[in-house]
């Protein structure tokens, strides 16, 4: 089953954002905390990478729900970052 496209939050000044934005290590731990926080497991190393550890077996409803909760953190940690560029500029 092909998970349907969806839209991705936007990043309209990425330049902006990369002035005004947390470090990346820190935007990492921060995506990776508040996906756990969601109840999905996972881990992250060297600070840039996020790994999802997904039971052997799982539906696929159940991975759609995880997606859409790490969806959600995402889009939780880039509209903390917006908001930050929005109070600098």
């Known amino acids: 089953m092909k998970r349907a496209a ?3 939050p936007a990043l309209r000044d990425r330049a902006a954002i990369g002035r005004a934005a947390k ?8 995506v990776f905390w508040r996906v756990l926080d969601k109840g999905v497991n996972l881990s992250a190393s060297e600070g840039r ?3 999802v550890t997904a039971p052997l077996v799982i539906t696929a409803a159940q991975l ?5 909760r ?3 953190a995402i889009a939780e940690e880039y509209a903390e ?3 930050a ?3 600098v500029g």
């Open 64 to 68: 759609d729900d995880a997606l859409d």
């Open 70 to 72: 790490i969806e959600a």
């Open 81 to 83: 970052i917006g908001a």
């Open 23 to 30: 470090p990346l290590s820190e935007i990492v731990q921060s």
């Open 6 to 8: 969806r839209a991705r």
């Open 49 to 51: 990478d996020i790994s």
């Open 85 to 87: 560029v929005g109070a």
